[in-house]
């Protein structure tokens, strides 16, 4: 066969340009990339070789061969794992499978420290290559099959593929490495990055110089050794090599548990929230092994969707090595391990907890992915919701749930909340003028999610959660700190919201009187059992639109000194009041004006007099 030329696909090819030109730090990650690469031909072969024996025989030891060749400028990463055949190449080294590419692009920052680890991340790893190598070759065949290929790019544009009889079961990356990266043949060099990130690859790693070979990496599971010979630095190591990523494990788990069911597990609580956190695509960070064989990193509900930042390993030998994916869905076996390891995390947060300054750390990270175990019924909820901390009007820092329940009024049995999209609004929003001046706590809730887990979360430690535009009831029995001035008269009241009413028509569905305002003239909510304005602008910002809009209700405040003025009222002055007031309202709420030139008329007007 001749030699055929594809381009890369268009993601595909953006990719290449920002490794080739614009990202050039930390380029001796594209090795550990190779190498994890390697790494995963081997275990998928070694897990062919459950259902094809002859594979694996052929094959011999699985391993990693790394390759300097002074003379020809090449750097060449060989292992004699799965390999790779026409399709395989075209599919996977021409073509970015996953959707998450755009999320890649969308990711960048512009700090070059930051859009390399997104590389890892979002599984761009060979390409790495292109940092280093103007010409990359991979020759490759695959187990099973009797035709070999050669792959070639410069990374620009297009790859060529061609027949290659010679090529052996297995695949060799060669890196024709760009004049300026010669560092990269230096056997010394070699062996440190190998050694600081590839310690723990379960295949053997050798660094082969004038055909003498070495083997660099210590190669065993790191997570069957005993805790006691293990170091900070190697769970430091492990966890970004596993992770794909720069930052220091927040939280490491390693528990050795003998039982009904017998598992190890090396579990890890990232610093950092990683980019791809809500990617709904991206595969878990946690791999699963039966007696230290690797059967996938790809298995749904691994772990609880609000535990979906944990990375490591899980190993148990209560599962057969050739274990399906079906039967992965179903066994009891990982829904047991699963069980326990949740206990086990909640229970190791719930310890950390109690230092709240490195506990922020962790909230302000993963906070917005453990709320949304709040959200449904589940064994752990309440052990969740003790874990969940939140900004409130008292004072500027996070409290926990049950140190809110300690500070309520005695005659309070309800948690107030309010929810926005930013802490300080929030902090102004006319809406908390009665509790406040009530003494009264109140939760300010600023993650869409929020939204969701205040209505079905039933309650906690005996109460319920209300937003604050329904806190009518309580309010009448606690009497404000101060009292403001004298409320209008019934039949003046009656009149006036009779009025605003006529004034407003389809604007508002009800206008009421409320003890809720203390500085404020009016407010503007929506009814018990109604979307809240801000769930209602979320929804539109996602493009759903006036079936969700809901009916609002203009509240009054029966002793502002305006009302009572307005109550006097009458004629165009008044019209233009209330209209003001109105969209006053809005403002305060985060809305936009629906007519901004109205409201400049009246405003005008009103200021002319
Ligand atoms: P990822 O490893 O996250 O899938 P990469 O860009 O590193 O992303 O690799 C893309 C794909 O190319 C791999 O998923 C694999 O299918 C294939 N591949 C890369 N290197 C090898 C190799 N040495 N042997 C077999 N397949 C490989
Ligand atoms: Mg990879």
């Given at each position: 066969m001749t030699q055929e030329t594809i381009e890369f696909q268009a993601e595909v090819a953006k990719v290449l340009d920002i490794v080739i030109h614009s990202l050039y730090s930390d380029k001796e990650i594209f090795l550990r990339e190779l190498i994890s690469n390697g790494a995963d031909a081997c275990e998928k072969l070694r897990y062919a070789g459950l259902t094809h024996p002859e594979w694996t025989a052929k094959a011999g030891a699985l391993r990693l061969t790394i390759t300097p060749d002074k003379k020809a400028g090449t750097l060449t990463i060989t292992d004699n794992g799965i390999g790779m055949n026409h399709d395989d190449l075209v599919n996977h080294l021409g073509t970015i499978a996953r959707s998450g590419s755009a999320e890649f692009f969308?990711?960048?920052?512009?700090?070059?420290?930051?859009?390399?680890?997104?590389?890892?991340?979002?599984?761009?790893?060979?390409?790495?290559?292109?940092?280093?190598?103007?010409?990359?070759?991979?020759?490759?065949?695959?187990?099973?099959?009797?035709?070999?290929?050669?792959?070639?790019?410069?990374?620009?544009g297009s790859y060529t593929i061609e027949s290659d009889d010679s090529a052996p079961v297995g695949t060799s990356v060669i890196l024709h490495l760009k004049k300026d990266e010669s560092e990269f043949l230096d056997a010394f060099r070699l062996r440190h990055l190998i050694k600081q990130y590839s310690d723990f690859v379960p295949f053997p790693?050798?660094?082969?110089?004038?055909?003498?070979?070495?083997?660099?990496?210590?190669?065993?599971?790191?997570?069957?050794?005993?805790?006691?010979?293990?170091?900070?630095?190697?769970?430091?190591?492990?966890?970004?090599?596993v992770s794909h990523a720069f930052d220091t494990p927040w939280e490491t788990l390693h528990l050795h548990v003998e039982g009904v069911i017998d598992y190890t597990a090396l579990m890890f609580i990232p610093t950092e929230a990683p980019h791809t956190?809500?990617?709904?695509?991206?595969?878990?960070?946690?791999?699963?092994?039966?007696?230290?064989?690797?059967?996938?990193?790809?298995?749904?509900?691994?772990?609880?969707?609000?535990?979906?930042?944990?990375?490591?390993?899980?190993?148990?030998?209560?599962?057969p090595l050739n274990v399906s994916r079906e039967m992965l869905q179903q066994t009891p076996v990982l829904t047991k391990i699963k069980q326990g390891l949740v206990k086990k995390i909640l229970s190791a947060l719930n310890k950390r907890a109690e230092k709240s300054e490195e506990y922020q750390t962790f909230w302000k990270s993963f906070g917005v992915v453990l709320k949304e175990g709040?959200?449904?019924?589940?064994?752990?909820?309440?052990?969740i919701a003790k874990l969940c901390r939140f900004y409130s009007t008292n004072g500027d820092d996070l409290t926990s749930l049950a140190d809110y329940v300690l500070r309520m009024k005695p005659e309070q049995k309800n948690i107030y909340y309010l929810t926005g999209s930013h802490l300080e609004s929030l902090r102004s929003s006319p809406q908390l003028e009665g509790l406040k001046a009530r003494g009264i706590e109140v939760l300010l809730l600023t993650?869409?999610?929020?939204?969701?887990?205040?209505?079905?979360?039933?309650?906690?430690?005996?109460?319920?959660?209300?937003?604050?535009?329904?806190?009518?009831?309580?309010?009448e029995k606690i009497k404000p700190v101060e009292a403001k001035g004298d409320a209008l008269s019934k039949d003046k009241a009656d009149k006036l919201l009779a009025h605003i009413k006529s004034v407003l028509g389809d604007k508002v569905k009800e206008v009421k009187l409320t003890e809720r305002l203390t500085d404020s003239a009016v407010s503007l909510i929506t009814g018990a059992g109604q979307m809240s304005l801000h769930l209602e602008r979320l929804m539109r910002a996602h493009g759903q639109k006036t079936a969700f809009e809901s009916t609002r209700i203009l509240q009054i405040n029966p002793r502002h000194p305006l009302i009572h003025k307005l109550a006097d009222l009458t004629g165009e002055d008044s019209d233009n009041i209330i209209h003001l007031l109105y969209d006053q309202a809005l403002l305060a709420e985060g809305e936009n004006l629906p007519n901004p030139s109205d409201f400049n008329r009246r405003l005008i007007q009103l200021m002319m007099k």
């Open positions: 969308k990711s960048l920052s512009g700090d070059k420290q930051k859009d390399m680890a997104l590389i890892g991340q979002f599984g761009v790893g060979f390409y790495a290559s292109f940092m280093v190598a103007d010409k990359v070759q991979v020759r490759t065949r695959k187990a099973g099959e009797e035709q070999g290929w050669l792959w070639q790019s410069n990374g620009a790693i050798y660094l082969t110089e004038d055909k003498k070979e070495e083997k660099i990496n210590a190669g065993s599971a790191l997570w069957m050794r005993p805790k006691s010979e293990i170091d900070q630095t190697q769970y430091k190591d492990f966890y970004q090599s956190l809500f990617q709904p695509d991206k595969p878990t960070n946690v791999s699963l092994y039966v007696n230290q064989v690797f059967i996938s990193n790809d298995i749904p509900d691994i772990m609880p969707y609000w535990l979906r930042f944990m990375t490591g390993v899980i190993d148990t030998k209560d599962l709040l959200y449904e019924p589940s064994e752990n909820r309440e052990e993650d869409p999610v929020d939204e969701f887990w205040t209505n079905t979360y039933p309650e906690f430690d005996g109460h319920k959660f209300i937003p604050v535009q329904q806190a009518g009831d309580e309010l």
